[in-house]
């Protein structure tokens, strides 16, 4: 079972840079058709077909968006993960004020674990 996960894991983190990758170029695409309109409307005046150009190129801005999002929403599973040792440890209340070493073992585990959204060895979080 554990290589079965190894191997989707590994295939789908091929997909989402495959798909991180195909936001970035077309948010170039974008960057160069606006480019191209700047400098086609400098040296004359903006007409009709120019106004429809660019609303044709920003639908490349929601595809370029799209990944991006995802990107968001997996740097979000990491930082709800980081979260998991502390609301562990402080769930079990007891009464007695000795050590419960069981769950501070399973606190320990769950931290060193590093549980989150990673690709290829590269955890994504809120500040990459």
Do not use: W
Not at 8 to 32: H, K, P, W
Not at 51 to 65: H, K, T
């Amino acid at each position: 079972m554990s290589s079965l996960m190894q191997s989707v894991s590994t295939v789908i983190g091929s997909c989402f840079l495959a798909v991180l990758t195909s936001g970035a170029i077309a948010l170039l695409c974008y960057a160069a058709r606006v480019l191209d309109m700047v400098v086609t409307v400098r040296n004359s005046r903006m007409t009709f077909q120019h106004i429809m150009v660019l609303l044709d190129a920003s639908s490349l801005l929601l595809v370029a968006a799209g990944p991006f999002a995802v990107l968001v929403k997996a740097s979000t599973v990491t930082e709800l993960c980081s979260r998991v040792p502390q609301m562990t440890n402080s769930s079990h209340v007891s009464l007695s004020n000795a050590v419960d070493y069981e769950r501070q073992h399973l606190v320990s585990f769950i931290a060193n674990s590093k549980a989150g959204f990673s690709v290829k060895g590269t955890q994504f979080n809120a500040t990459s």
